[in-house]
Structures are given as structure tokens and as C-alpha cells.
């Protein structure tokens, strides 16, 4: 059976590995170094788990989607990461984390954020375990995401609005790295999504697990199986496809779906659609699929959703797309938004946008009716209120 796990070098497949200035090699290895031994670590695990538990709400809820299943004709659950602290699943990855950071002897933490779920997870963390935070955040992104910008604030982090590019999720881990290279004997960089040199994106799909792990138990507990025919999960960075997917992935009766967000359209030239239409390249440290010009520029990435408009994806999931894994969809922003007031009038839940993307699936691929599909429901609507309000007059509901 091939092997979807990270080899020692940091590579799935050809995917992967650590390609970072001079500067950062030894913190990147310190990085590896204590990951490693940490995750091993009896301490470390058990407080891990305890602030899931006690302080992230775990288990999120599995939810059977009556109305949804019956709509759609077969039998739907939704894993209810919405309802984490913070509202998404980035609080998973970010708990661990900050745990490494305080292990290290940092002080000082930097992230990344598109739609601004993990730096709000990121700033909680920092004020639980009071570490200064600074968060970069594309100029266009802190517009849109307004209601996240100020909790992040509101939780003590400073957010750096970055004016280069297109000034979305790219520029702000642009400015983040620079950051780090700048500052690396102090400074902690918590990445979230399963992107970035080695062991980043192990680290990520390590600690998002938790998501899997419990989707087993919980699916065990409702219908007597511990695997589900099909998961679903959007994929920008791919941090809760990662997690939703990880116990499965040598599973290979359970079909595992990434929607990926196509934006205006596959051939419209706005698009996020990474995996359909990325080159083999290198960004932010890592070998992957990247959106890019034949001479290696990298193509701005659009999408109606914060999260997702990244012009690369994570290297486990270019190698799960290649192996032919994981099928990859496209979702438009359109069918995204209409699979979001869908699931709003007919379930009482508002998804986040990137989370709609996956709930688009249920339009473009026919299920069966004893079939369990789960689709991972990685965060709650509420900081896409402005943008469901202004799209809203342009759909037909």
C-alpha cells in the first residue's frame, strides 16, 4: 500500500521538504528537533488534550444533517468545527503550537492570516499563555474580515495590514517570513495551514488529527462503523482537510474529496483553484503545486473566501491529488454561496465561506442513499456576514 505519511526528509512524494534562507535553517531544524521529541512526550500530550477538552470545547459535535440528507439522498454528517472556541479548527493547530513556542523558550509569535481565523486562534493562545503577537493580515483581507481584525485586537495582538500584492493571505505569510528572518533567536512563527518548510506541514496535519480521530469514535457510536464512505473538506492551505482526512488516508474504502475554489471560474484568469491549475514549484519553503506564470511568477489568486485564496496548497494534499488519493472539485464562488444559504435555511447553520465549499459538493457528485458522506464544517459564518449580505440580492434563493 503506498504510504501517505511524511518521509524523514519532509517530503510526500516529490512534495515537501525545507527550502528556507540561510538564517532560518537552524531554527527550522531546532523546530523538527523538539517537535518530535515533543509529540512523544507523555506532558506534552496530556496537557495538549486537556486544553482541547476544557478550553477548545472537544469533541466538536457530529452532527446527522436531516433535511440536507434528505434533499440530497443520502446520509450526511457534518463535524462541527464550527463550534470550537474561535469558531474554526485553527484553534487545534494553534493550542499545539503555542505549547512547542513556550517548550522552545519563545516570547515572541508571529502568524499569518487570511480570513482571520487563525490569527484570531493565534492571539487567544498568545493570551492564555501572555506571549506577545503580531499578525500579519492582507490590506484586502482586513477590510473583509473587519469582525475578526477587531477580536484579534480586542485579545491584545497587533495586526499588521500588508499593502504588497493583491494584499491577501500570499502577502501576509510573505511578511511573516521576513519577519522572521529578521528576528530569529526570539520569534515563533505558528503557521496555519499544512504549509511552509518542513516540519510545518506534518506538524499541522498532526495536530488537526483530532478532527479524524474523533470522526471515527463519533461515527461508531451513531452507525456502528468507524468509516465513513466519503469525507469532504475545503482546501486553500489544506490545515482541515489535513486533520479530517488523516486517519483515513490508508483507508482506501473511504473516498476522500478536497473542494478547492475556482472563484469566477476555472478559465476566468480569477481563480484559487490551485491543484487544477498550479505548476510543480516552490513557495514559502516548500515543494508543491503553484499557481504561476511559465517564467515562475507567481499568478494572484482570487476567491470570494479569505481562506482559500492562496496560490499554493499544502504538499501532502498535491501528493494525495497526484496519486489520485483524493479527488479534487473546483467550487465557484457562486455555487459556494448558494450551498451556504442552502445549509442556513435548511439546517439553521450559517458555515464560513471556505466551509460552503465544500458543502457545494453535494451539487456536483451523486451519492447513494446508504451511503455516510461527512463533510467537515471548518468554521462558523460570522465573519462573512458583510459579504453574504452584499451577494445575497445577486442570488436566487
Not at 487570511?114 to 490590506?139: D, K, P, R, S, W
Not at 530569529?184 to 511552509?196: K, L
Request: hydrophobic fraction near 40%; charged fraction near 25%; include cysteine.
Amino acid at each position: 500500500m503506498k504510504n501517505f505519511n511524511v518521509n524523514d526528509q519532509g517530503f510526500y512524494g516529490r512534495f515537501g521538504g525545507a527550502y528556507v534562507p540561510e538564517i532560518l535553517h537552524a531554527n527550522v531544524e531546532k523546530l523538527r528537533e523538539c517537535y518530535l521529541r515533543e509529540m512523544e512526550d507523555e506532558s506534552f500530550q496530556q496537557e495538549f488534550r486537556l486544553l482541547l477538552r476544557d478550553y477548545v470545547g472537544r469533541p466538536s459535535p457530529f452532527y446527522y444533517a436531516r433535511r440536507l440528507s434528505e434533499k440530497y439522498g443520502t446520509r450526511i454528517y457534518l463535524k462541527r468545527e464550527d463550534l470550537n472556541h474561535t469558531g474554526a479548527h485553527k484553534i487545534n493547530n494553534t493550542i499545539g503550537q503555542i505549547l512547542l513556542a513556550r517548550r522552545m523558550g519563545k516570547k515572541r509569535i508571529i502568524a499569518e492570516t487570511g480570513a482571520g481565523q487563525h490569527g484570531v486562534a493565534t492571539a487567544t493562545v498568545c493570551a492564555l499563555m501572555n506571549m506577545e503577537c503580531i499578525v500579519y493580515m492582507g490590506a484586502t483581507d482586513v477590510v473583509r474580515q473587519q469582525p475578526n481584525v477587531e477580536k484579534m485586537e480586542m485579545l491584545g495582538a497587533k495586526v499588521v495590514a500588508v499593502e504588497s500584492g493583491n494584499k491577501t493571505l500570499k502577502d501576509a505569510t510573505n511578511e511573516a517570513i521576513r519577519d522572521w528572518c529578521c528576528n530569529p533567536a526570539d520569534t515563533y512563527y505558528i503557521i496555519g495551514s499544512t504549509v511552509g518548510p518542513h516540519p510545518y506541514p506534518d506538524m499541522v496535519a498532526r495536530f488537526q488529527s483530532v478532527i479524524s480521530e474523533e470522526i471515527r469514535k463519533q461515527l461508531l457510536e451513531k452507525e456502528g462503523r468507524e468509516e465513513p464512505d466519503y469525507v469532504i473538506a475545503c482546501v486553500g492551505g489544506g490545515s482541515n482537510a489535513a486533520g479530517a482526512f488523516y486517519h483515513f488516508l490508508h483507508s482506501p474504502e473511504v473516498g476522500l474529496i478536497a473542494a478547492e475554489a475556482a472563484g469566477k471560474g476555472l478559465g476566468s484568469g480569477e481563480s484559487a483553484a490551485t491543484i487544477h491549475l498550479g505548476k510543480e514549484g516552490i513557495i514559502h519553503g516548500s515543494r508543491t503545486l503553484v499557481m504561476q506564470t511559465d517564467d515562475g511568477q507567481i499568478v494572484e489568486p482570487y476567491s470570494v473566501s479569505a481562506g482559500l485564496d492562496y496560490p499554493g496548497i499544502g504538499p501532502l494534499h498535491a501528493f494525495l491529488a497526484e496519486e489520485k488519493r483524493a479527488e479534487v472539485l473546483a467550487v465557484t464562488d457562486e455555487e459556494a454561496l448558494n450551498a451556504a444559504f442552502c445549509l442556513t435555511e435548511m439546517e439553521g447553520i450559517i458555515p464560513a465561506l471556505e466551509s460552503a465549499h465544500a458543502l457545494a459538493v453535494l451539487e456536483q457528485k451523486t451519492f447513494r442513499p446508504e451511503e455516510i458522506v461527512v463533510i467537515n464544517l471548518s468554521g462558523r459564518g460570522d465573519k462573512d456576514m458583510q459579504t453574504y449580505k452584499r451577494m445575497n440580492k445577486f442570488l436566487h434563493l
